[in-house]
Structures are given as structure tokens and as C-alpha cells.
């Protein structure tokens, strides 16, 4: 049985889907500005964690993400400028144009880190209809109002509204930066925008019609709505970093469930911070340490999550060049110890020794995504008192979850470890230079000739992502 953390309850629970034949994960989506710093990914890589560890329990889960690409505003709360347009302005480009480069960005560090993309990846800007739908029905409830020219949600008119945190109304300057101003429009301090038809900054580039005059929608509102039209009116688990349990989680909950009338999500996932040793992680000062800067270092990305993996997603992680190394010769021995298992005479799989070494990773998993005793596991199934071919199995059956590559790792580096002078590792490798060679020039028929010839000696080909490999039988 799956122990979650909810943070709505602030107890492990546990996980119980609303409806047994469909599992529901929202993720909140990067806002595609800029590149995604490694912080951010430490949050999509744990949350690839739960998403992948429900499909192996069998879970039949429909995971949605939607993509910021308008209404984020510089602060959290609704003040500053949208920060699509900061970043059109620094590239002197368009915001879709920055939309469009950011989001591919987004989804080449994804690759690179195993992160599965999720079954729907929605950008806000395609859903501006379901925000009116949903912006109307709350003002005919009575929960929104116009004030300045805006619609604000009023969040006086709900029972209790901080879920996560146990502000009061006084101390509500969270998320609301010095430089920028209070919105006098507000009846109540804690109430935020569902729709700007003004604001100080006239240049905002992306605007559509609605029933309340030409504007654009503010950032909460896009995250219940995409769920909403994906997953339906119940939600089984919705992720996100910390810093977006408030006040960016508690208003999609104010505004979801004013509009269902009911209870929308049951689970709440948050992911701590990633934090250099001068504090919080930023785009814009220190070094941004982004997926390509570790990599022009010489760092394997699957090193970075196996150093996320190395610690639990409630606990806060201190980034340091030094934490990585050690992460990344761990990784690099990790492999080699697979590699070794691959060369070593297999046997066969004793199903009752790897089924003890999947209940203790299971066990790991199952205690809120202990990932770091879930590697433990991971290592204690490489030690046991079992033949290569049971070892294996468990590495494959875990790196499901895992996605540390390690079996691909691992073959890569026996073949480079192969005697090149030999001739016939020579003639290995001269073939699937010539294979290469003619699947780019479209040859389908010789590289197919190719792979069979060496299939006949006993070579097997595997095409990995990282280039192709071979097995000796
Ligand atoms: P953003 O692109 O700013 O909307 O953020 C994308 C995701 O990264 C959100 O889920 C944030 O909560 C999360 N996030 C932001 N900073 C960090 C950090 N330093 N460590 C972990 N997650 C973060
Ligand atoms: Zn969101």
C-alpha cells in the first residue's frame, strides 16, 4: 500500500484514487520565460518519481501538465509585470516566439533527465475559453466580482481558504515583492485576479476578448481549469514545488472547488527546494545552473538525478559542485558494478529472491517515495547472495522507476571496453559504422542486411539512445 505525504492534511496517508479505473495527476507546468534551472527539475524529477512508481503499482494513471505561457506575473501574488513579456523583451522577441523556444527547452532537459513527458502537456493560451466558462459560473455563484476593471475571486465568501498555510489576513504580504505596489481593487487583502482587463503594464502583448472587455487570465486560474478539462470535476494528486502551495495552490483549490461545489483534488504533493549554499536558486543571479551548463562541465544529466534521488522530496537539498561529484562517481560505479553482472555467467532468475528484493524496494517507495532507501535496495539486490540473472532482473525491474539508464549504461561500457585491436570487435564496430551510415542515407534494405550478417556470427545490435550497441552470444 502507497503512503503519500499530503500537505493538505499534513499526514501520510494512504493513496486511494477517487475512482478505481482512472487514476488523475495534475503537475504545474514550467513558465516558459527561460530555461528551467536545475531546481525546477529536482521538482519534475520527483514528481516523474510518483508518476512512474503508480504506473508499476499497476495504477491506470492519466497524467496532465499545462504550460505558463501567459498570466504569471513577476510576483506570485497579482502585481508586477507578466514574466512572458519580461522575457519577450529581453530577447527582443515575441512571446510566443520565446513561448515556442522555452517549452522545447523544457522538454530537451526533460529528455536528457528520463522525465516522462505527461500523457496531455496543454499551454494556457490554447484554453482561454475554458477560463471564461469558468470565470462566468463564479460570478454568477457570487464568488468573483469586477473591481478596476478586473475580475478577483473573493475569497471571503469561502469557509476556510488557507489550506496550506495558516496565514492571517494581516500577514498576508507573502508573495508580494517590495517594489511592487498594492492593487487597491481588492476587497479582501488575500483575494487575486481570475481575469486583467488592466493593468499598469498597456504593452502586455498576448490579449483576447471576453464578456469583461479585452484582457488576459491570471495565472491560478489556468492550472484548475486544464485539469478540470482533462481529469474531470475529482482529482487524485496534484504536484508542484513548495513555493507554489501558496498562494498559488490554495487559490486553485478556492477556485475549483467554489466551481464544482464540491471537493476537487484529494492529494497534494510538494517537492522542497533545490538551494545553492547562498540560499535560493535563481535565474538571475549567481551562476543559473541549468541541464546544458552541468553537461558543458562534463556531468551525465542521469548523474544530477541520481543525486536527487539521494535525498527525500520533503527534505530541502543544498546544490554543491562538490554533492555532484560524489553523486556522479557513485553513479559511474554503480554502472560499472552492472556491467560487470552483464559479463559474468547469468543463470537463471531465482523468482523467490528477486521477489524479496522488490518488496524491499517496494517497501522504500511505498513509505511517501523514500527514493534514497528505494537506491539502498537497489545496491542490497547487487550484494545478495543471488546469480547475475536474478540481480538483473531486480536492476531492470526498479530502473522503471528509477530511469538511471543503467542497463544501456552498462552495455555501452563493456563495448567500450572491448579490445578495439581485436579484429573481431574491429569488424563489430565497422559494421555498425556502415549501418549508420546507411540508415542516413535512407537505406533501410543494407542496414537491415547488416544487422542479420552479424546476427548469423552471434552479434546482436541494440539501439540505444546513446548510439547503437552489440552483445556477443
Ligand atoms: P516555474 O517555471 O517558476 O513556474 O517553476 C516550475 C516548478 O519548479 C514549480 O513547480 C516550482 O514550484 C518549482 N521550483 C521553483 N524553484 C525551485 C527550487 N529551487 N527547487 C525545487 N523546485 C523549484
Ligand atoms: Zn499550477
Avoid at 493538505?8 to 493513496?15: L, P, S, V, W, Y
Avoid at 505558463?68 to 515575441?94: F, N, P
Avoid at 513527458?117 to 475559453?129: F, K, L, N, Q, S
Avoid at 497534494?268 to 543571479?285: D, E, I, P, Q, Y
Wanted: glycine letters at 6%; charged letters at 30%; one cysteine or more.
Amino acid at each position: 500500500m502507497l503512503y503519500l505525504y499530503n500537505s493538505a492534511t499534513r499526514q501520510k496517508e494512504a493513496f486511494k484514487p477517487h475512482d478505481e479505473k482512472r487514476t488523475t495527476m495534475y503537475t504545474c507546468g514550467p513558465t516558459v520565460y527561460h530555461y528551467a534551472h536545475i531546481g525546477n527539475l529536482r521538482s519534475y524529477i520527483m514528481e516523474d518519481i510518483l508518476d512512474r512508481y503508480l504506473r508499476y503499482l499497476g495504477y491506470p494513471l492519466k497524467r496532465v501538465m499545462n504550460i505558463t505561457d501567459v498570466g504569471h506575473l513577476s510576483s506570485d501574488a497579482d502585481t508586477g509585470e507578466d514574466k512572458m513579456l519580461k522575457g519577450a523583451k529581453r530577447e527582443h522577441k515575441t512571446v510566443m516566439e520565446i513561448a515556442k523556444f522555452y517549452t522545447d527547452a523544457f522538454f530537451a532537459d526533460c529528455e536528457k533527465l528520463r522525465i516522462r513527458r505527461p500523457d496531455v502537456v496543454e499551454p494556457a493560451t490554447h484554453c482561454i475559453g475554458e477560463f471564461i466558462k469558468v470565470i462566468k459560473k463564479l460570478l454568477e455563484k457570487g464568488y468573483a466580482y469586477e473591481a478596476g476593471g478586473n475580475i478577483y475571486f473573493d475569497t471571503s465568501k469561502l469557509e476556510k481558504y488557507y489550506i496550506f498555510n495558516d496565514f492571517k489576513e494581516e500577514d498576508l504580504a507573502v508573495g508580494v515583492r517590495e517594489d511592487v505596489g498594492e492593487d487597491t481593487n481588492k476587497r479582501n487583502k488575500a483575494d487575486f485576479v481570475l481575469w486583467f482587463t488592466k493593468s499598469k503594464f498597456e504593452d502586455q502583448e498576448l490579449k483576447w476578448n471576453s464578456p469583461w472587455g479585452v484582457g488576459y487570465p491570471g495565472w491560478h486560474i489556468e492550472c484548475s481549469c486544464i485539469s478540470m478539462k482533462h481529469l474531470g470535476e475529482y482529482l487524485d494528486v496534484h504536484c508542484g514545488g513548495i513555493d507554489n502551495a501558496f498562494p498559488h495552490h490554495t487559490n486553485e483549490i478556492a477556485q475549483s472547488e467554489a466551481y464544482l461545489g464540491h471537493k476537487w483534488c484529494n492529494f497534494w504533493m510538494h517537492v522542497h527546494h533545490l538551494n545553492t549554499t547562498s540560499g535560493k536558486m535563481s535565474k538571475s543571479s549567481g551562476e543559473f545552473l541549468t541541464v546544458s551548463l552541468l553537461e558543458s562541465k562534463g556531468y551525465d544529466p542521469l548523474a544530477y538525478r541520481f543525486f536527487c534521488l539521494g535525498s527525500h522530496y520533503r527534505k530541502n537539498l543544498v546544490f554543491t559542485y562538490e554533492n555532484l561529484d560524489n553523486a556522479a562517481a557513485a553513479y559511474d560505479k554503480l554502472i560499472a558494478r552492472v556491467a560487470q553482472l552483464l559479463k559474468e555467467a547469468q543463470g537463471g532468475v531465482e523468482e523467490e529472491k528477486l521477489a524479496e528484493m522488490k518488496a524491499a524496494f517496494r517497501e522504500a517507495l511505498d513509505n511517501d517515495l523514500n527514493t534514497s532507501l528505494a537506491v539502498t535496495a537497489l545496491y542490497d539486490a547487487l550484494k545478495a547472495d543471488a546469480t547475475a540473472a536474478t540481480k538483473l532482473a531486480a536492476v531492470k525491474d526498479f530502473d522503471t522507476v528509477l530511469q538511471l539508464a543503467l542497463i544501456e549504461k552498462a552495455e555501452k561500457k563493456n563495448e567500450e571496453s572491448y579490445d578495439e585491436n581485436d579484429p573481431f570487435v574491429a569488424e563489430i564496430l565497422g559494421a555498425i559504422r556502415a549501418r549508420a551510415q546507411a540508415k542516413k542515407e535512407k537505406n533501410y534494405a543494407e542496414a537491415d542486411r547488416i544487422r542479420a550478417a552479424l546476427l548469423e556470427k552471434g552479434v546482436e545490435l541494440v539501439d540505444t539512445k546513446e548510439g547503437t550497441t552489440f552483445k556477443i552470444r
